[in-house]
Nanobody
Framework: VQLQASGGGLVQAGGSLRLSCAAS????????MGWFRQSPGKEREFVARIGWSGGPTYYVDSVKGRFTISRDNAKNTVYLQMNSLKPEDTAVYYC????????????????WGQGTQVTVSS
């Protein structure tokens, strides 16, 4: 599976962005997909994940009610809709694929996209 993340940018606090992650490879539709983020000097942090059929979904507490993860298996794409963005959401966001598990741990994900920068100004 090859992953290509896009959709990042600069937005003011309270604004919205939608990230996309396009996947190639037949195993995408059977993989759990996750979004992670990493700020300078910090470890990579789990943000959200989604099951292969479009559910279930799971979020880190800090984004619940603001972010929504979804997927379109016909388009081999997973999305992260981010609303009510805060400066602390600033990070490089990565999508990742886990063919075998249901985990929040980065080490469990076998495939990673290149990352897209999200910057939220106050």
């Amino acid at each position: 599976v090859q992953l290509q993340a896009s959709g990042g940018g600069l937005v003011q606090a309270g604004g919205s962005l939608r990230l996309s992650c396009a996947a190639s490879g037949r195993t995408f539709s059977r993989a759990v997909m996750g979004w992670f983020r990493q700020s300078p000097g910090k470890e990579r942090e789990f943000v959200a994940r989604i099951g292969w059929s479009g559910g279930p979904t799971y979020y880190v507490d800090s984004v619940k009610g603001r972010f929504t993860i979804s997927r379109d298996n016909a388009k081999n794409t997973v999305y992260l809709q981010m609303n009510s963005l805060k400066p602390e959401d600033t990070a490089v966001y990565y999508c990742a694929a886990d063919r075998f598990g249901w985990s929040s741990e980065p080490r469990e994900y076998e495939y990673w996209g290149q990352g897209t920068q999200v910057t939220v100004s106050s």
